[in-house]
């Protein structure tokens, strides 16, 4: 039975060459076939902003940038070439500080380490079978945050400290995962 990852290409970008060898051997287990590498944000950047993936998963903790700034680097910079992209983040720190950073930068979904088969395999699902909306605001581009329903007008509503959103929609690969 096919996993139906066969077709993505996935960059993972961490400065641990043991943990890559162990995030690729997972992804390879569900027939993952375009994989690829980098040491540091800056490889990966310059590996992203040439050739085209699907997902992009990081590392959190890398010198001499960090996994967040290289997160704002491909949602931002005017190089980069799908600042749509998927992008999964992986850390030995699970402190809300951290997450709330790493979303904040602008991660689609988050995963602890020892990361598990199972665990990122549902995040790479999520990713591709549920895109989410993207926001834009003065201080943020990236996945929209909200995980439920956001057409809700009550009087409970939770007012937008920075204005208006313009959500935009990411363009659209079709696979049959999972």
């Keep these: 039975m096919s996993s139906g990852l066969e077709k ?10 043991h943990m ?22 800056e490889e ?22 960090n996994g967040c700034d290289f997160v704002r680097k491909v949602r931002t910079d005017l190089d980069s070439p799908n600042t749509f992209v998927p992008i999964i983040m992986l850390t030995a720190y699970a402190e809300k500080s951290r997450v709330e950073m790493a979303r904040d930068s602008g991660v689609t979904e988050f995963c602890v380490k020892p990361v598990t088969a199972t665990e990122l395999y549902r995040k790479v699902c999520a990713v591709i079978n549920t895109p ?3 926001v834009r605001t003065k201080m943020y581009f990236g996945p929209d945050r909200r995980r439920r329903d956001t057409d809700f007008q009550g009087e409970e509503r939770r007012e937008n400290p920075y204005g208006d959103d313009v959500a935009e929609a990411p363009p659209q690969r079709v696979y049959n995962v999972g």
Excluded at 8 to 17: A, M
Excluded at 23 to 38: C, H, M, N, S, W
Excluded at 44 to 65: C, H, K, Q, S, W
């Design 8 to 17: 993505v290409k996935i960059l993972v970008v961490d400065d641990n060459t």
């Design 44 to 65: 990966g950047f310059e590996f992203f902003r040439t050739n085209p993936v699907d997902l992009i998963i990081t590392d959190f903790v890398m010198d001499p940038v």
């Design 132 to 134: 989410r909306s993207f």
């Design 20 to 41: 890559i060898k162990i995030v690729k051997t997972i992804l390879r287990g569900f027939e993952v076939k375009d994989l690829f590498d980098a040491n540091s944000a």
